[in-house]
């Protein structure tokens, strides 16, 4: 091989083997840190997030005391709805609340049922006490035992000088009745324009007929109502006071009959009263003050205009330390029916309240609770502060292309809501502590001076004022509540954002990402076909069917339906087949159809997810971070933050620094487009921050970079991709099936059984003709024969050339190899000689270095001699050293 053509070889594969320069542009770069910094950020917020439900979760458990309330309020229920009875047969009574159905009716069940159960001023004994004395009295005895003389009250240990039991207004042992019981009631306006009549009968006629005017009607009222129209009350009139602290039963059950009768007969009422007892005190005046109220004329209390009525009391629990204020509504709609609803609203007397651990871990819970809301908001101020301060745009310009999006405006929810809870929290404080003191002035009465009709009214006022004062507490504590309830649904969302910065966790929101644009198509029809079958339901169903009656209502129930709540022996009332028509109507097209569509839809979607869903697990993702963490401690790593910072304070703009493709604005080769090596890199970085960056860490960022990039511009194999290569693969089958039954079409054409009588037939007499007809058929075979030996034949010479090229190839290189072998060997010799050479010399110069010590030009000499040795070794041992690696060999001898 001449020198020249060496040096050419040596040229191509120095070339060859040289590494391939690692570069990046720098936005694909820091676009990856500036990924990698956020995610990193999302996935450490998971266990911060756990936390901060975790904390909040205790602390709304202990402040609300659910269980407690439920407790309470559940007993003071039940005993009003099972326990005030009316329609009584010797000891027992046969209807509740709930049967009152006219208002004779309700003042039945309030007379003898309501008052006797909330107004219990002495000892209660066993219905049949009389006749368990007479059963025990002895044969002889004169006087037998009277139950009447009971005592009313008994003592309590240790408070025996306080008085007996029961307290005055003491309900169900627990609970204490403050001030009173106070009745009120909606009202509707009257007169003849608010009757509908038929259009062709005369007003004169259908007034005399008609004989009274007729009443507005209150559309919220017509259908069982719902406990939010418990918890409000329009404009209350005919409020009446039963103040069970100052009057006795009777004189409450006097009353009552005043306003029951409107305040008739009160001369024969007079006379009737025991001693000490008359109607308002004693002077004979009507109990009823609001009877005439709005019309002028004393008449009942309760009449056609009542609209509701609503029974309220206030108790206070003092084992719990809980207000509660009861009402028992009736609500009396148009079409003759009284509805009923029983109703309790509660709140604490105290927000820390009970024992020493609970309270304990109470304030450590809000503490966490309110120091994490705090870290929130400020990290959340100091993004949007960094955002408006590093970017060139205007503020809300910055802010709506470089802050705003979805899990930023989550977390400023979760902030706003959870603030909210506070802002509750403090109202509701504020607002017991109000309750608190207006409590602390009625129990300081000395209710033995409220003799006056002065006094009582004062006494009244207050307690008036006391009952607008838990109103407002009540309400306020219900919102408050309200709060406590959503506040979890959005810390659901911030889960979901740590969830989103894990590739295997966020497999659940990128599906339905993924759905959305097929869901909103396909919700489109949901609710079409859903809305109408909702109609057709109301038309159907609603004036049999409560459930159906309207058409929020009607959506509720359906919605239910289609998991399976139905109430269909009800339903089935309005007629068997067009009931059944219905239903299976909407189960075939909503259940079994639709709502299997949505799955599919969902499930093709987690499909394509998950088919491109690599990424690290969740302990593999810690895992990084712990090692990433060890490193930068050690020194080994630099942080990515650091790193962004020092690009930044080259370029100054994030935008600019993450876009890597050139357009409007965003010019080639500056910025985010320029290109980086990790050389680049740690220049950038020594020079801003003063810090090393490791190579290995450069380079492992750039490739990482490139291959996220690489990443998204790779195609997934999704389901689509599947069913188009069968497609292809069964056009290719069936190219292959026609092509087969065509040769197998042709064969047959020359296949023959000579024995075959159809065959016979059509041969010739003459023999010559069926030997044309096999020379044809060899012919053809040979022809095909020749073409396919020609079509081998070229495809081995092909092959044969290929082989005979490598082995040229092959013979050249093991030629290379002998020649450098061959000139080792040889520069060995040479090698070998001159050493013999330089030890002789050195031992002669040696000799005479002994004989002539000092002799400047003797160590000139050596110098010399071992320069002149040193100089050919080392062309000699470069070529050795050359020759001795086979893959460098031709570029050595060059």
Known sequence: MGGGDMAKAAHSVTKAEEPKEEKVRLGLYLHWIKTELDNESACLELPFTIILLLSFSVLAYLHLKQADVFTVEGAVRFDIEQNANFAWAINFGHKTVYDVNSIGDFWSWFGIGFLPLMVQHSWGYSESMQAGYDATKPDGMAAPFDSSTLPGSWGMNDVSHLGGLPVRDDYLHYNRIIGGIRLRQERSAIGWDLCTMPPNVPEDIWKSWLGKPCVTKNPNYELPPQVTQAETFAEPVRVEWLMTALDSLREIQMKVVDMEDGCSDMADKLNTAGPGEAPNGGDGTCGCKTCSEGTGVLGPWLDEQTERIEIGLILYNFQYGLYSYVTTNLFFNRGGRIHKLVHVQSSWANAFTGTLAEIVIMLICDIIWILA?????????????????????????????????????????????????????????????????????????????????????????????????????????????????????????????????????????????????????????????????????????????????????????????????????????????????????????LFMLLLNILLAILMEAY????????????????????????????????????????????????????????????????????????????????????????????????????????????????????????????????????????????????????????????????????????????????????????????????????????????????????????????????????????????????VGKQRRDGDVSAASNIAAVVMGALTGGKSSTSGFSACSNPEKGNISSV
């Open 607 to 846: 499909g394509d997810v998950k088919a491109t869903a690599e990424g690290l697990t969740l302990p593999k993702q810690v895992s990084e971070m712990v090692r990433r963490y060890r490193q930068t401690k050690r020194g080994d790593r630099v942080r990515l933050n650091d790193i962004w910072d020092a690009f930044f304070k080259t370029i100054g703009d994030e935008k600019d620094m993450v876009v890597w493709e050139a357009g409007p604005g965003f010019p080639e080769g500056q910025g985010g487009r320029e290109f980086v090596t990790p050389e680049l890199i740690q220049e950038r970085v020594m020079k801003s921050m003063r810090l090393q960056v490791p190579m290995n860490q450069a380079k492992r960022g750039i490739s990482q970079a490139k291959a996220v990039e690489e990443a998204k511009k790779a195609t997934p194999y999704t389901i689509k991709n599947v069913h188009q290569d069968f497609d292809r693969l069964n056009l290719l089958t069936r190219d292959v099936r026609d092509n087969v039954r065509q040769a197998v079409d042709i064969m047959s054409q020359y296949d023959f059984d000579e024995n075959d009588a159809e065959f016979q037939t059509q041969i010739s007499d003459n023999p010559e003709d069926v030997t044309e007809h096999r020379q044809l058929v060899a012919e053809a075979v040979k022809g095909a024969v020749t073409q396919l030996t020609a079509e081998i034949s070229t495809t081995l010479t092909k092959e044969a050339g290929m082989y005979e090229r490598r082995q040229k190839q092959l013979e050249i290189s093991q030629a290379e190899m002998v020649a450098c072998a061959k000139d080792a060997c040889s520069n060995l010799v040479q090698l070998r000689e001159r050493t013999d050479e330089v030890v002789n010399r050195l031992q002669h110069l040696a």
């Open 373 to 589: 809301l705090t870290y929130i908001l400020v990290q959340e101020v100091k993004e949007v502060i960094r955002v408006i301060q590093f970017s060139k745009e205007r503020w809300y310009k910055s802010l709506k292309s470089d802050y705003l999006s979805m899990w930023n405006i989550v977390d400023w929810i979760s902030i706003f809501v959870a603030y909210f809870v506070v802002v509750s929290w403090i109202r509701v404080y504020i607002s017991t502590a109000v309750v608190n003191e207006d409590f602390q002035r009625i129990a300081s009465i000395n209710l033995a001076s409220v003799n006056t009709t002065e006094a009582r009214s004062a006494y009244e006022g207050d307690i008036t004022t006391f009952f607008e004062s838990v109103e407002g507490m009540v309400d306020t504590e219900q919102l408050y509540r309200m709060s406590f309830m959503f506040y979890p649904m959005v810390v659901m969302l911030r889960l979901f954002k740590s969830f989103d910065a894990q590739p295997r966790l966020a497999v659940v929101t990128r599906t339905l990402y993924k759905a959305t644009p097929d869901m909103v198509h396909f919700f489109i029809i949901f609710f079409s076909c859903y809305f109408c079958l909702s109609i057709n339901a109301v038309l159907l169903f609603g004036k049999d069917f409560v459930a159906f009656a309207s058409m929020s209502r009607a959506v509720i129930t359906c919605f239910r339906g289609l998991f399976g709540d139905w109430e269909y022996e009800k339903m089935r009332e309005v007629g068997l087949l067009a009931c059944a028509l219905w239903f299976w109507s909407f189960m075939l097209l």
